[in-house]
């Protein structure tokens, strides 16, 4: 079975300050889609950036960009600049067939 | 395109009560997902519909828990004999075949007292 794992429960970074959330996955596939969601206090899934593993290059939305490593099953996330509404539960999810697999999430708290 | 939508927000319901959820999926969306989510956790994959049919169910979804979705538009999720372990969030999902995007609901907050 497929699992993914964030390592980090929490994180605080400064606002406009650049931080890093980390995940990492298993599995044999090697097809298959990796996402961030972001869940604010208001709960609804908001899909923030999504990386096709059979792509090389990194996804960038705006200030979100991506770091994988598909060999060492790493996908983590940086956010540039951050501001104060970033703050929220930030989850990591796989997909390779018809279900996405969601990590524990981290927390993101942004400092003024 | 209204979104995802959730019914109720919140219940909250006595142990060995019945309780039924309601998902609107945004209309041209052919499969609905549902998730559970406890606190502090990520979601976890309940079960999906595609159009009508019902094609995967989680060993979390116990004989308890139903699902249907009628004619391929929204979807209701019940739960038989409520225990205090269903306590969690129930988000809702939809998306096209062949599309990675979900759209998620607000989800339903459930309390079993």
């Known amino acids: 079975a497929q699992t993914v794992t964030q390592s980090q429960p929490e994180m605080s970074v400064q606002e406009a300050e650049t931080v890093t959330l980390s995940c990492t996955y298993d599995?044999?596939?090697?097809?298959?889609?990796l996402f961030w969601y972001k869940q604010p206090p208001s709960r609804q899934m908001i899909l923030v950036i999504r990386?096709?593993?059979?792509?090389?290059q990194n996804a960038t939305e705006n200030r979100f960009s991506v770091n994988f490593q598909k060999a060492a099953k790493s996908f983590s996330l940086k956010i540039s600049d951050s501001q104060l509404g970033d703050a929220a539960m930030y989850f990591c999810?796989?997909?390779?067939?018809?279900?996405?697999?969601f990590g524990g999430g981290t927390r993101l708290m942004v400092k003024p | 395109d209204t979104g995802v939508s959730q019914n109720p927000r919140h219940k909250i319901t006595k142990r060995g009560q019945n309780v039924t959820f309601r998902c609107d999926p945004i209309?041209?969306?052919?499969?609905l997902y549902w998730y559970r989510q406890t606190l502090g956790q990520g979601p976890e994959f309940l079960t999906y519909?595609?159009?009508?049919?019902?094609?995967?169910k989680s060993r979390l979804l116990s004989d308890r828990f139903s699902a249907e979705r009628p004619k391929g538009s929204f979807s209701t999720l019940e739960i038989q004999r409520t225990e205090q372990g269903d306590s969690a969030m129930y988000l809702c999902?939809?998306?096209?075949?062949?599309?990675?995007?979900?759209?998620f609901g607000s989800g339903t907050r459930l309390t079993v007292v």
């Open positions: 999902a939809s998306s096209l075949v062949g599309r990675y995007g979900y759209t």
């Open positions: 599995t044999s596939e090697s097809d298959y889609y």
């Open positions: 990386q096709e593993a059979y792509k090389q």
């Open positions: 999810a796989y997909r390779a067939g018809n279900m996405l697999t």
């Open positions: 209309s041209e969306h052919n499969r």
């Open positions: 519909f595609q159009n009508e049919a019902q094609l995967e």
